[in-house]
């Protein structure tokens, strides 16, 4: 069964060395990843977002219960919301979510779990890699459409789209490779009307807490 959206975008926030979240992927993944979520309910023709908001066009179960509960949420509302809205609304259960799609991964025998103890009290989990095989092949994807033109996917104009809006990819490209590919990352990312809904309410929502500095 191929990957989703949520379970692509944490390998790509994985660092494969400590089996943990890259820094860097932080707080801004949050973002990201219920906008994967909610990517990938439009992929599966569960959503669509409209001029008015995101409206349910499919309340069928999908099999995951994170994103059944997204959608059940979607369905419930009583009112058409925007991209922006429901991501910082579902943001703060990111670690609940996240939880999720690494214990999917696990089950999937990609992922192990490790738990034990920082400074001898606070619990920590690690996730190491069991094989990158699966995590190898959604590099190379992204690489062969951002610098072989290979026509995308709509998932992985979606993926490369999110991993935009997280600031994942200076992590996987150089410098100077980031810099030449730029054009053609954009012109990815932007082909697809939700994609740009989605990665732009990332990117705004952390654009604006990093503005507004840390609260004293």
């Known amino acids: 069964?191929?990957?989703?959206?949520?379970?692509?975008?944490l390998l790509l926030m994985l660092d494969d060395e400590t089996g943990q979240l890259i820094d860097r992927a932080a707080p801004s993944g949050d973002y990201a990843l219920v906008a994967a979520?909610?990517?990938?309910?439009?992929?599966?023709?569960?959503?669509e977002r409209g001029?008015?908001?995101?409206?349910v066009l499919n309340p069928a179960p999908t099999g995951d219960a994170a994103m059944d509960d997204v959608l059940a949420r979607l369905g419930a509302a009583t009112e058409a919301q925007g991209t922006r809205?429901?991501?910082?609304?579902?943001?703060g259960e990111a670690d609940r979510l996240r939880d999720h799609y690494f214990d999917k991964l696990v089950e999937r025998g990609i992922l192990k779990l490790e738990e034990g103890r920082f400074l001898w009290f606070f619990a920590e989990?690690?996730?190491?890699?069991?094989?990158?095989?699966?995590?190898?092949e959604v590099k190379a994807r992204?690489?062969?459409?951002?610098?072989?033109?290979?026509?995308?996917?709509?998932?992985?104009?979606?993926?490369i789209g999110l991993a935009r809006a997280a600031g994942l990819l200076?992590?996987?490209?150089?410098?100077?490779?980031?810099?030449?590919?730029?054009?053609?990352?954009?012109?990815?990312?932007?082909?697809?009307?939700?994609?740009?809904?989605?990665?732009?309410?990332?990117?705004?929502?952390?654009?604006?807490?990093?503005?507004?500095?840390?609260?004293?």
């Open 37 to 47: 979520i909610l990517a990938e309910l439009r992929l599966q023709g569960r959503i």
């Open 125 to 136: 989990r690690r996730y190491p890699l069991i094989s990158d095989k699966e995590e190898r």
């Open 85 to 91: 809205w429901w991501i910082e609304n579902l943001a």
């Open 142 to 159: 992204i690489m062969a459409v951002i610098f072989e033109d290979t026509p995308p996917a709509p998932h992985d104009v979606l993926l």
């Open 1 to 9: 069964m191929p990957l989703t959206l949520p379970e692509e975008l």
């Open 51 to 55: 001029a008015a908001g995101i409206t």
């Open 170 to 216: 200076p992590l996987l490209l150089a410098p100077a490779e980031l810099e030449r590919a730029q054009d053609r990352i954009d012109a990815v990312a932007n082909s697809e009307p939700l994609n740009r809904g989605l990665t732009d309410a990332v990117r705004d929502i952390f654009t604006d807490i990093a503005r507004a500095g840390p609260v004293v």
